[in-house]
């Protein structure tokens, strides 16, 4: 059975019913994230050699989506998790590496900081050595699936090298770790992303993932590839449901007079036509940048900064299209186009946020270095 195979009845027998609730409740989805790991899905791109699918971004992109287009809040714990196995996969203990691709772990990013915001790549966050362990102290603004993972792949300043951070692997359990406030906003409602303090929290010296001070070159070689593609699978995703849902409506809705439905008028019929073409657009984009990173073609760069982006940006139109094409109908919970419109409002202020972004890929065109400094 192929991993999509494993994905679709998940989908149609709980993801389906539990979206909703999910987000009417900020509620973190744990029933799907348990039928995933139990048809092996959190091990998906865990190599062979531990146990895992041993497959790659393309198929980690065909997931993402498919669950975006139900539950983004879901394709959006999911998404994380694959970044933060990415690294594991390359720097992590093979125990940890194991359960994961067991689907006994639930592991994701902690790179966000209130210091640093956007600039995921610039921690303030510190690490000092205490005898055989490192002592972490951070702020961190955006951990999904806090207190929900059993780990974090987290970043700091160097312990004592040259470089603008090292990363760790930590115990989401690990004593000095709270959360000032739970996440209860517009959409993206059951991710689970809220704020994490740490203060004073130690972890084994060797939880170091990669060299010291080597932080950024993970970021820039592993981390952002994988972010973006499947940061931009999730709104490729929603952008499909919220097509999907549109079409539904309108071609099952008809005037009673003259028993013709809201398909037949040309101008339902030409925003919809919009939707499709900015939606395939990105989808186009999405393939090729997997083919870039995957061929490690000379604009692998440019398209890695250019994918979240174009999908972010499409899917605040395309989901504005299926908005204005349900009419009134939208605004009632049961029709679904609303809670996409709203979830979707999330990955164009996800750091680096499409402004960011913008400077970036404007940078990369006209020769110029993307980040200030040595680390560049």
Not at 275 to 304: H, N
Not at 316 to 331: H, K, P, Q, S, Y
Not at 359 to 373: E, N, R, V
């Amino acid at each position: 059975m192929n991993h999509l195979s494993r994905l679709e009845p998940i989908v149609a027998r709980q993801l389906e019913a539990l979206a909703p609730i999910t987000d009417k409740e900020a509620r973190f989805p744990r029933p799907a994230v348990d039928a995933l790991a139990q048809a092996g899905l959190l091990g998906l791109i865990s190599s062979k050699e531990v146990g895992g699918m041993g497959l790659g971004m393309a198929e980690a992109s065909g997931v993402v989506k498919r669950l975006a287009a139900t539950c983004p809040s879901t394709a959006m714990v999911v998404a994380m998790h694959y970044c933060a196995v990415a690294v594991l996969e390359q720097w992590g203990p093979e125990a940890v590496r194991r359960n994961i691709a067991a689907g006994e772990h639930l592991t994701t990013l902690a790179f966000s900081e209130a210091e640093s915001r956007s600039h995921f790549w610039a921690p303030a966050g510190t690490a000092r050595r205490e005898g055989s362990d490192v002592v972490l102290d951070a702020r961190k603004s955006w951990i999904t699936s806090a207190f929900e993972a059993n780990s974090y792949v987290w970043s700091s300043k160097p312990l004592a090298a040259d470089g603008a951070s090292s990363i760790w692997l930590v115990d989401a359990r690990a004593k000095g770790l709270t959360q000032p406030a739970p996440f209860d906003g517009l959409g993206m409602r059951g991710n689970g992303s809220s704020p994490v303090t740490a203060e004073g929290v130690r972890v084994p010296a060797d939880h170091r993932l990669g060299e010291d001070g080597k932080g950024f070159d993970i970021m820039m070689g592993t981390v952002l590839p994988w972010f973006s593609v499947l940061n931009a699978s999730a709104s490729l995703g929603i952008m499909e449901g919220s097509m999907s849902r549109a079409c539904g409506h309108v071609t099952r809705t008809r005037h009673q007079d003259s028993g013709a439905s809201l398909a037949e008028l040309p101008t339902i019929r030409s925003y919809l036509a919009r939707g499709q073409i900015k939606a395939d657009l990105a989808d186009c984009l999405l393939q090729d940048s997997i083919a870039a990173i995957g061929e490690r073609r000379a604009d692998t760069m440019l398209r890695v900064l250019e994918v979240k982006t174009a999908a972010a940006e499409s899917a605040l139109e395309v989901t504005d299209i299926a908005m204005r094409v349900c009419g009134g109908a939208a605004f009632r919970k049961e029709v679904g186009v609303e809670r996409l419109f709203r979830d979707a409002r999330a990955a164009h202020v996800m750091g680096p946020t499409s402004d960011v972004v913008y400077d970036f890929i404007g940078k990369a065109i006209t020769g110029q270095p993307l980040f200030p400094g040595p680390s560049a």
